[in-house]
């Protein structure tokens, strides 16, 4: 069984950096897709950014363009999202998501696999 696994997070000034960590496993992940959704309170929960494995793909939300980036280390089955220029609105709870696809779907139905989700609170 698939296994998210997530670390990092906190509470960070506006215009600071965190990087989150998501370490899989219980898969062949060279065939999935990995994202990062996230939930502020009364909101929906959201894409942020989403990655092949193979790294052939790579998306982001348009309100975290060139601040996010999402990576991998294949070597530790690990997905980051390092976190740049960080803004009150950034604040929400993060999760990480996998599902075996070509595809990096955008869409919460769209992925089986879910980490247990790590708060990000940034202060203004």
């Known amino acids: 069984q698939v296994q998210l696994v997530q670390s990092g997070g906190g509470l960070v000034r506006a215009g600071g950096s965190l990087t989150l960590s998501c370490a899989a496993s219980?898969?062949?992940?060279?065939?999935?897709?990995m994202a990062w959704f996230r939930q502020a309170p009364g909101k929906e929960r959201e894409f942020v950014a989403g990655?092949?494995?193979?790294?052939?793909?790579?998306l982001y939300a348009d309100s975290v363009k060139g601040r996010f980036t999402i990576s991998k280390d294949n070597a530790k089955d690990t997905v980051y999202l390092e976190m740049n220029s960080l803004k009150p609105e950034d604040t929400a709870v993060y999760y990480c998501?996998?599902?075996?696809?070509?595809?990096?779907?955008?869409?919460?139905?769209?992925?089986?696999?879910w980490g247990q989700g790590t708060q990000v609170t940034v202060s203004s």
């Open positions: 998501a996998a599902d075996r696809t070509w595809e990096v779907p955008m869409s919460v139905k769209s992925y089986s696999f």
């Open positions: 219980g898969g062949a992940f060279s065939t999935y897709a």
């Open positions: 990655i092949r494995w193979s790294g052939a793909r790579i």
